[in-house]
């Protein structure tokens, strides 16, 4: 089974500063998608941006950006430019092939991100 | 795109009471699925639906919880004879393919609080 670490429980960085979150994950497998998800306060979960294992290429959505590793299956997301209303929880997620199940999407604990103004 | 519903926000029950808590889907999603969260923890996969037929049941689904998608629309998750460790957010997602790209939509959750 797929694990997958988040081994900062809370960051805080200063608004307009960057900040990175770190995830690392286990697996077996060559083929796999991985995601961050951000959760705000109450709010419901949305994705952030995903990256699939086989583009070395690697992902950016605006001001967020991964660092892709896939040797040392390591996943962290840079926030540039932090802003008040990136205060969240961010989980880093790991998505099999297949995509189905238990096997679909498996969850980190979390980082607490806080943002100082 | 409506996204993902779910209802109650909320629900306060005492021990031992049932309860049932609701999942509207994004439309064209054929890929349910119901997840648990407690509190500083990520969420847990619970059960899936591919359409009408559920897949997929984690160790986690006691046999005191049962899922149900009938016509492969809405889904809902019954637990019986509630205990305090069921205290936990209840989330639902949605998926559009098969394929492990595709990303999960969530719903908002219903917090569940067993007294």
């Known amino acids: 089974a797929q694990t997958v670490t988040q081994s900062q429980p809370e960051m805080s960085v200063q608004e307009a500063e960057t900040v990175t979150l770190s995830c690392t994950y286990d697996?077996?497998?060559?083929?796999?998608?991985l995601f961050w998800y951000k959760q705000p306060p109450s709010r419901q979960m949305i994705l952030v941006i995903r990256?699939?294992?086989?583009?070395?290429q690697n992902a950016t959505e605006n001001r967020f950006s991964v660092n892709f590793q896939k040797a040392a299956k390591s996943f962290s997301l840079k926030i540039s430019d932090s802003q008040l209303g990136d205060a969240a929880m961010y989980f880093c997620?790991?998505?099999?092939?297949?995509?189905?199940?238990?096997?679909?999407?498996?969850f980190g604990k979390g980082t607490h991100l806080i943002i100082q103004p | 795109d409506t996204g993902v519903s779910q209802n109650p926000r909320h629900k306060i029950t005492k021990r031992g009471q049932n309860v049932t808590f609701r999942c509207d889907p994004i439309s064209e999603h054929n890929r349910l699925y119901w997840y648990r969260q407690t509190l500083g923890q990520g969420p847990e996969f619970l059960t899936y639906f591919q359409n009408e037929a559920q897949l997929e049941k984690s160790r986690l689904l006691s046999d005191r919880f049962s899922a149900e998608r009938p016509k492969g629309s809405f889904s809902t998750l019954e637990i019986q004879r509630t205990e305090q460790g069921d205290s936990a957010m209840y989330l639902c997602?949605?998926?559009?393919?098969?394929?492990?790209?595709?990303?999960?939509?969530f719903g908002n959750g219903t917090r569940l609080t067993v007294t």
């Open positions: 990256q699939e294992a086989y583009k070395q």
């Open positions: 997620a790991y998505r099999s092939p297949t995509g189905g199940g238990a096997d679909g999407l498996t």
């Open positions: 697996t077996s497998e060559s083929d796999y998608y």
């Open positions: 997602a949605s998926s559009l393919t098969e394929t492990g790209n595709s990303p999960l939509h």
